[in-house]
Nanobody, 112 residues
Framework: QAQFVESGGGLVRAGGSLRLSCVGSAITLRSIGWYRQAPGKQREWIATIYLTTAPRYADPVRGRFTISRDNAKNTVYLQMDSLKPEDTAVYYC????????WGQGTQVTVSS
């Protein structure tokens, strides 16, 4: 089963930026999604990077977040700009189709 390790979270003020990293053995072979789960809410999908077609984003993050891939490093990134307090959540990466076991995620906290 594919496994992923997320990192790069932290505490940032509104309007700031963070770059999250996702390392995993399946990175170069599959479409990879970023997801997040805010306190008291269900996990939601926010972005996907495909092997050949353009990335897709959920409405709340489109225009502010950018997903990218570095195959040489088996890493997918999520560049997050213009962060808002409502972006506060634990962020996860996983296969976009048929997600496997979830990792521990990385906490992002945006203060107002």
């Amino acid at each position: 089963q594919a496994q992923f390790v997320e990192s790069g979270g932290g505490l940032v003020r509104a309007g700031g930026s963070l770059r999250l990293s996702c390392v995993g053995s399946a990175i170069t072979l599959r479409s990879i999604g970023w997801y997040r789960q805010a306190p008291g809410k269900q996990r939601e999908w926010i972005a996907t990077i495909y092997l050949t077609t353009a990335p897709r984003y959920a409405d709340p993050v489109r225009g502010r977040f950018t997903i990218s891939r570095d195959n040489a490093k088996n890493t997918v990134y999520l560049q997050m700009d213009s962060l808002k307090p409502e972006d506060t959540a634990v962020y996860y990466c996983n296969l976009y189709t048929a997600p496997g076991p979830w990792g521990q995620g990385t906490q992002v906290t945006v203060s107002s």
